[in-house]
């Protein structure tokens, strides 16, 4: 809470602690709440307060019977608390020489009793305390004392290990990125040796089969990248889609238009949606002409995909599902159930070929 105290030379490096801890203004936690309660329970006091002491203020992480959420630092009790590791008492607040002025005690709250005991860091820095408050005077033993010291040691424990899961989290994203740094490479390099392999070759099939097999190798590691670069659940498709066709074009030597609306999909959707694109694209840039158009549209939560050229129409006989013998419409369709869609294949009304894959934002 809140005598006014001497600011000790170590203020910044504990300050800095604080800092670390990250517990500044986070949510309220039952874990804290219920040992506030406990405290007040058990010392048979109204008020019971986890307080961790800011720079110029007092923030209350739990607050028992006192609905503030924080004071000003200066003058305040437990800005004094902290300035020793050992409980800070005053059964009568009202003759104790330390809170005499305070405003606390001296005021309307009419504070009489307070006892806090630090919170200490493995490290030696005290962030705030655990403290209980009545304004009544009352005596306290030192079992009681020992009692609200080990509640004070259980409040530590708590945030250090709080601490210890949010690095725990941080270092695992950092071996996810690793990890995903290296497949991609590792894509990139089988793409690379494939490639090669197309141009020491002599039979024109053979070269067609291996050229598409890198890209579409290319084309995984590329989707890969872009995929695991989202750091939320949802990502804007037709901003992916746009990074994907821009390299896409550098690989087929194709121009090719991203049309279509702003719209966000989860994240577990975009790898299936950047194969899909990659597949439905290199075909177009194999059997039809000119401009190879993506368009993405969205309407009532219902998304489509469609990818089409100016090259010559699709047979009037053609048959998507018939088609599905090639590798790659088979790949496609695959595609198309995972997104819980279904390929559509037609012309376009100005001429050409035309595929479109429906399918829910939500899955």
Not at 25 to 36: K, N, S, V
Request: one cysteine or more; glycine letters at 6%; hydrophobic letters at 40%.
């Amino acid at each position: 809470m809140a005598g006014t105290s001497v600011i000790p030379a170590t203020e910044p490096s504990r300050l800095a602690a604080v800092r670390r801890y990250s517990i500044l203004d986070t949510p309220p936690d039952g874990a804290f709440d219920r040992i506030t309660a406990l405290a007040a329970r058990r010392f048979g006091v109204p008020i019971s307060i986890i307080s961790i002491v800011d720079q110029d203020r007092i923030w209350f992480k739990s607050h028992h019977g006192l609905p503030v959420e924080q004071i000003g630092r200066d003058p305040g009790l437990c800005a004094s608390a902290i300035l020793s590791n050992d409980p800070h008492i005053l059964t009568d607040a009202s003759i104790d020489a330390r809170s005499l002025a305070n405003p606390l005690v001296a005021g309307d709250f009419g504070l009489r009793f307070y006892a806090g005991v630090p919170l200490t860091t493995h490290d030696g820095h005290n962030l705030g305390t655990l403290c209980i408050i009545d304004k009544e005077a009352r005596p306290i033993d030192q079992s009681e004392i020992d009692d609200l010291k080990d509640l004070a040691a259980i409040v530590m424990d708590q945030i250090e290990v709080q601490l210890s899961a949010r690095r725990a989290v941080t270092q695992a994203e950092l071996m996810a990125k690793e990890i995903d740094h290296r497949v991609m490479n590792s894509l990139q390099f089988v793409s690379g040796l494939l490639s090669m392999q197309s141009r020491s070759l002599k039979d024109s099939e053979a070269v067609d089969h291996l050229r598409l097999a890198a890209n579409r190798v290319a084309a995984v590691a590329q989707v890969h990248r872009h995929f695991y670069a989202e750091a939320t659940d949802q990502a804007s498709c037709i901003a992916f889609l746009r990074r994907l066709c821009a390299e896409l074009e550098s690989i087929l030597g194709k121009q090719i238009d991203v049309v279509g609306e702003e719209g966000d999909v989860p994240t577990t959707l975009v790898q299936p949606i950047g194969l899909l694109v990659n597949e439905l694209v290199t075909n177009a840039a194999k059997h039809g002409e000119g401009v190879i158009e993506v368009r993405y549209e969205i309407e009532n939560n219902h998304h489509s995909l469609i990818v089409s050229d100016e090259g010559r129409d699709l047979p009037k006989d053609f048959d998507s599902a018939a088609a599905s013998q090639s590798l790659g419409m088979r790949v496609v369709t695959s595609l198309a159930s995972q997104l819980g869609g279904k390929l559509i294949s037609g012309r376009r009304p100005d001429g050409g070929s035309c595929f479109k894959v429906s399918f829910p934002a939500r899955q």
